[in-house]
């Protein structure tokens, strides 16, 4: 296939987290079918099932379960012989609601989830792919990556750290032949929405939020979530998977791959504002979607 590196032998092989539907369930797809070997993985064992009855090596992972990780990350190694060629980081949740409101074990649960499972994943298949001296690491991150929005505060952390540990991790493997990129969503037409809105009866519910002086925002963003109407900006997960395949696929991939206009909006805007204007049309901007 052209432009794809000459030092990855054949068959290609990926690890991708989050398949049980949207991006992951489409970047499996769409990987088979260029002539990956895909090794697919997901949280509930009924959606491995259902994987592997759709023919893929499936496996079940947790982000916040470490023996899931390390049982699929050496499971994938061996079928492999150490020779995996790329991981993609995919599958994170959001619980929205102002900080002040959020207990700490939200934070925690979605920060295992969201972040440190991503780092023991990536450590358990760093040596072996080192050793390669060849392979693609890419993360799945978020317009919220870039800006912080309010209401979004949890989420926008956990990307925050996302895109430090992934500009760090890349400069620390320059010059071994691994390859780190960001691809950074905005709106995405998956379950992201109605998990949110799960996570947020969860943690907030509604005692919760009777008694916030958030009240009539959460009441608001509710009917917005259960609307589940596509905006004006929203494209489908395969505009993600096409930023994938050239950052698996490409003699040079990029650091990073903005995804939809207000990616690309919000990057400009972060670039060329002070922080009180920044912070002013972030404000507009989140308020703006509701």
């Not at 539907?21 to 769409?30: D, F, K, L, V, W």
């Not at 991790?169 to 998956?190: D, F, K, N, W, Y």
């Not at 504002?273 to 972030?282: A, E, I, V, Y």
Request: glycine share 8%; aromatic share 8%.
């Amino acid at each position: 296939m052209s432009g794809y590196p000459d030092s990855f032998p054949e068959p290609k092989s990926i690890l991708i987290t989050g398949c049980s539907s949207g991006i992951g369930a489409m970047a499996c797809h769409r990987l088979r079918g260029r002539d990956w070997r895909v090794f697919a993985s997901a949280r509930s064992q009924a959606d491995v099932d259902r994987l592997q009855d759709a023919g893929f090596e499936a496996y079940r992972l947790d982000y916040e379960d470490a023996d899931s990780i390390r049982a699929t990350a050496d499971a994938v190694l061996e079928r492999t012989d150490g020779k995996l060629n790329a991981v993609f980081n995919n599958g994170a949740f959001a619980v929205p609601a102002a900080l002040e409101d959020l207990p700490t074990a939200a934070l925690r649960s979605l920060f295992e989830a969201n972040f440190f499972g991503w780092h023991d994943l990536t450590r358990q298949l760093l040596p072996a792919m080192r050793a390669n001296r060849s392979g693609r690491i890419v993360q799945c991150s978020s317009v919220l990556g870039l800006v912080a929005l309010k209401y979004r505060g949890a989420y926008t952390a956990s990307k925050f750290a996302l895109e430090a540990y992934s500009d760090t991790l890349r400069q620390e493997l320059a010059g071994t032949g691994l390859h780190v990129s960001l691809i950074e969503p905005g709106p995405i037409a998956t379950k992201f929405t109605e998990n949110a809105l799960a996570n947020f009866d969860r943690w907030i519910g509604e005692d919760g939020s009777n008694s916030s002086v958030y009240r009539e925002t959460y009441e608001k963003q509710r009917r917005r979530m259960e609307a589940g109407e596509p905006g004006p900006f929203k494209l489908g997960p395969e505009a993600v998977v096409k930023k994938l395949i050239h950052a698996l696929e490409a003699k040079r991939p990029r650091a990073r791959y903005h995804v939809t206009v207000p990616t690309t909006v919000m990057a400009v805007a972060k670039r060329v504002l002070p922080t009180g204007l920044l912070d002013r049309f972030c404000i507009w901007a989140a308020d703006g979607e509701k």
